[in-house]
């Protein structure tokens, strides 16, 4: 069974300053991976997603993931934070591209003026 | 890009009825839906995945006469919380996947509140 760690419920960081945000998973087959971001009260949107082929993913706002998969990792990054990307963010694994995701436990982003 | 809504999306209800949310998909048709709960602060949880005229697939811990699902059209899923208790209380958030597409799609949410 596939599963999902995010290191880290609480990150702050300044504004203009970097974010990394830290996933590794665990799966048996190739891995399909997933950041969403979830404002409070809200419902979930996809930041990105990797499931083949060129391992540097970039999504929207400023959002890029690497899969490592000799560390089966997945971390988040953003050169510079914005008050705007302060929320929940989870990674999320599936067994392919039909199956149920399992999510991680979530990492709050906290930016600071 | 595709849309998916929920309706309501806040509920309070007392102990012992029954709501019912739906969970529709605006502008594709969604043969798999999820359903997902999350508590406060915490992460989702896959309570069950319903396949169009199909019965739905329920996780493990998940009671299917509490948590009644339906799934009767390519655009609308149904989640009915029956006898509900305080201890259902919980943020509803259900995603839609269509025919040749293994992203899903996700709902605003339902905050569901049993007094």
């Known amino acids: 069974a596939q599963s999902v760690t995010q290191l880290g419920s609480h990150v702050s960081v300044s504004e203009g300053a970097l974010v990394l945000l830290r996933c590794n998973y665990s799966s048996s087959v190739p891995p399909y991976l997933f950041w969403y971001v979830q404002y409070p009260n809200q419902g979930l949107q996809l930041l990105l997603k990797?499931?083949?082929?060129?391992?540097l993913v970039k999504g929207i706002n400023g959002f890029e993931a690497e899969f490592k998969k000799s560390e089966t990792s997945f971390h988040l990054t953003k050169p510079s934070a914005h008050m705007s990307d302060a929320a929940e963010y989870f990674c999320?694994?599936?067994?392919?591209?039909?199956?149920?995701?399992?999510f991680g436990t979530g990492t709050r982003l906290l930016v600071s003026p | 890009g595709a849309v998916v809504s929920q309706h309501p999306s806040w509920v309070i209800c007392k102990s012992g009825t029954s709501v019912k949310i739906e969970c529709r998909s605006l502008d594709f048709q969604a043969t798999t839906m999820f359903w997902y709960r999350q508590f406060p602060k915490q992460s989702l949880m896959l309570m069950a995945t319903s396949n169009e005229g199909s019965k739905a697939t329920y996780e493990q811990g998940v009671e299917k006469d509490k948590f009644l699902i339906n799934h009767a059209s390519l655009t609308l899923s149904t989640l009915t919380v029956t006898s509900a208790h305080p201890e259902d209380s919980s943020f509803y958030i259900c995603?839609?996947?269509?025919?040749?597409?293994?992203?899903?799609?996700f709902g605003p949410g339902t905050r569901l509140t049993v007094t």
């Open positions: 999320a694994v599936s067994e392919g591209g039909f199956q149920k995701l399992v």
């Open positions: 995603s839609a996947q269509g025919r040749n597409s293994y992203e899903q799609y």
């Open positions: 990797y499931t083949t082929g060129a391992t």
